[in-house]
């Protein structure tokens, strides 16, 4: 980095009082709060009763909130609270490090498997988000864990047992899925290959000017599904009927959605759904989102359930999940989905 530039916005903060120009976001792309919905809540499935006779009925909900929304949240999820605490307080504590400690965790190569960077893909972009982030890949464990950070002391321990319990949802809610689309119930777990599993650790600065500038703009996951831990703090926005709707954080919940390699595999029966992250004037946010992903080399293909040659003919075309990933980074985030590139 060149002289006094700042790689990361969270020390390039403190030193500004307006937004530096390369956040400005073009007008027909900013956050438009004033437009957003803020009264409406998506849908919350209790999986207490997934194991049990009552499954049938805890499916139907997750089948209806996939199709009708591609995102719901979830409670009675089984990763314990204290699990939960220590990983939202050892991130908070990572990015209060200072930075020089920081930094030796930076790396603006999109495909190391564990990173710090800012905003998206700094190399590609044109408009830089108001974010910076931890990047992990985090399965099979023990081939990343000894990549992760060492500082926090704790960083390692409670990320990895954080890492175990969000894949055991997963895992979980994959079959659920299957089962919601009358699928054989190891069906996505067989469709994904060996399995793969990142997360993130997002932190969004204060921001002086939020309603110029995005903390991630419009975009479809390109995994299987995600699973977001936020903090108090306010930020996610879904897309519905073509209104942006404020997610507001409920304490011990998951969010859960749909990513492009599940909209593959139902066909579009289930759809990835475009949703966004914007940023505030008083209070830094973070948020940890868990991508469930296929292995690299699994091949994607609809489920031969979801087809017919007359009424319901494949869409997209078969391809590895490594041909897709790399696509999906190279033309960054994008209000059109990548899986275009990929129909038939």
């Not at 759904?273 to 609809?302: G, Q």
Request: charged share 20%; with cysteine; glycine share 4%.
């Amino acid at each position: 980095m060149a002289g006094t530039m700042k790689p990361l916005l969270t020390d390039l903060v403190s030193a500004v009082s307006s937004v530096p120009p390369n956040f400005i976001r073009p007008e027909f792309d900013r956050p438009n709060l004033h437009d957003v919905i803020s009264d409406h809540s998506i849908p919350v499935v209790d999986l207490q009763h997934l194991e049990g006779p009552n499954r049938s009925g805890v499916v139907k909900a997750i089948g209806r909130a996939c199709q009708n929304y591609g995102f719901f949240q979830v409670k009675n999820h089984g990763v314990p609270n204290e699990v939960i605490d220590k990983m939202m307080h050892v991130s908070k504590e990572f990015f209060h490090l200072p930075e020089s400690e920081r930094l030796k965790n930076y790396s603006d190569d999109p495909m190391k498997t564990t990173r710090l960077s800012t905003s998206f893909n700094v190399r590609t972009e044109n408009v830089s988000s108001w974010r910076d982030y931890l990047r992990l890949h985090c399965y099979p464990l023990e081939d990343y864990v000894d990549e992760w950070p060492t500082n926090p002391p704790s960083f390692r321990e409670d990320t990895a047992e954080y890492c175990k319990n969000t894949r055991r949802l997963a895992l979980t809610l994959l079959e659920a899925i299957s089962e919601s689309l009358g699928l054989e119930k190891d069906y996505m777990n067989s469709a994904l290959g060996k399995h793969a599993q990142h997360m993130a650790i997002n932190y969004y600065p204060p921001c002086p000017e939020p309603e110029l500038t995005l903390g991630l703009p419009g975009h479809a996951d390109p995994n299987a599904i995600t699973i977001l831990l936020q903090d108090d703090v306010p930020g996610l926005q879904v897309l519905k009927d073509g209104k942006w709707i404020a997610v507001n954080p409920i304490p011990y919940t998951f969010i859960v959605n749909i990513g492009d390699q599940i909209q593959v595999l139902s066909n579009d029966r289930y759809k990835s759904v475009l949703h966004r992250a914007v940023v505030n004037c008083k209070a830094e946010r973070i948020s940890i989102p868990t991508f469930y992903c296929p292995s690299p080399d699994a091949m994607i293909r609809a489920a031969p359930l979801m087809t017919d040659p007359v009424q319901h003919p494949s869409i997209y075309r078969n391809f590895t999940y490594s041909e897709y990933y790399e696509k999906f980074w190279k033309r960054g985030l994008n209000a059109e989905t990548c899986l275009d590139m990929f129909k038939i």
